[in-house]
């Protein structure tokens, strides 16, 4: 059974602050990592995509990949209180077509 | 770029009836669709995934005969709910991967809210 382990929270951090984000999941064999926000009653969207090991910057976005671990994280510096929503990793896999699984979300909340 | 669409954004129904959503992606061609159910304060449930031109493969769980998915062309996937219940409310996205800038990400729809009475 594949799975994808995340903190279900809330991690509520003041306006300003760097916010972490973490994810496990169990498919040695997966090779692409994706971070998705999903706002209260909307549908996902993609944050950032990760496939090495080390950090993929995107503007306040970073994310980290450590493979050996099966450990994702996603950092977002300089939280504003738009941030605030529920942030899903998800991971791929081959099954008998390119699949997603998906963390049951943290949900962050960034105070004033 | 990789813009995907869907229709209706939220039905009400009557127990019983057939209601159909549609999923398009709108400035790429979309080698793979997926359908995916959320229920309240739950993450996404893959329901099913779907090539154009060949059946869809449902996950395990999911009624094939109840969740009909047709594939008819690249750009556009449909997912009926045959004689849809209350315990098929939910939130219904579609998410479609094959578009740019990355063509092994999956774009998501804005979602159908189902409500059936």
């Known amino acids: 059974q594949k799975e994808v382990e995340q903190n279900s929270g809330p991690l509520s951090v003041p306006e300003g602050a760097i916010a972490s984000l973490n994810c496990t999941y169990s498919d040695r064999g997966s090779q692409s990592f994706f971070w998705y926000r999903q706002y209260s009653g909307k549908s996902p969207e993609l944050i950032m995509s990760i496939y090495s090991n080390g950090d993929k910057e995107d503007g306040r976005f970073t994310a980290q990949l450590n493979k050996a671990s099966q450990y994702v994280s996603l950092l977002i510096r300089d939280s504003q209180p738009s941030d605030s929503a529920t942030y899903l990793c998800?991971?791929?896999?081959?099954?008998?077509?390119?699949?997603?699984?998906f963390g049951s979300g943290t949900r962050l909340l960034v105070r004033p | 770029g990789a813009v995907v669409s869907q229709h209706p954004s939220w039905v009400i129904c009557k127990s019983g009836t057939s209601v159909k959503i549609e999923c398009r992606s709108l400035?790429?061609?979309?080698?793979?669709m997926f359908w995916y159910r959320q229920f309240p304060k739950q993450s996404l449930m893959l329901m099913a995934t779907s090539n154009e031109g060949s059946k869809a493969t449902y996950e395990q769980g999911v009624e094939k005969d109840k969740f009909l998915i047709n594939h008819a062309s690249l750009t556009l996937s449909t997912l009926t709910v045959t004689s849809a219940h209350p315990e098929d409310s939910s939130f219904y996205i579609c998410?479609?991967?094959?578009?740019?800038?990355?063509?092994?990400?999956?774009?998501f729809g804005p979602g159908t809210r189902l409500t059936v009475l």
């Open positions: 400035d790429f061609q979309a080698t793979t």
């Open positions: 998800a991971v791929e896999f081959m099954d008998s077509s390119y699949k997603l699984i």
């Open positions: 998410s479609a991967r094959g578009g740019l800038p990355s063509t092994d990400t999956q774009y």
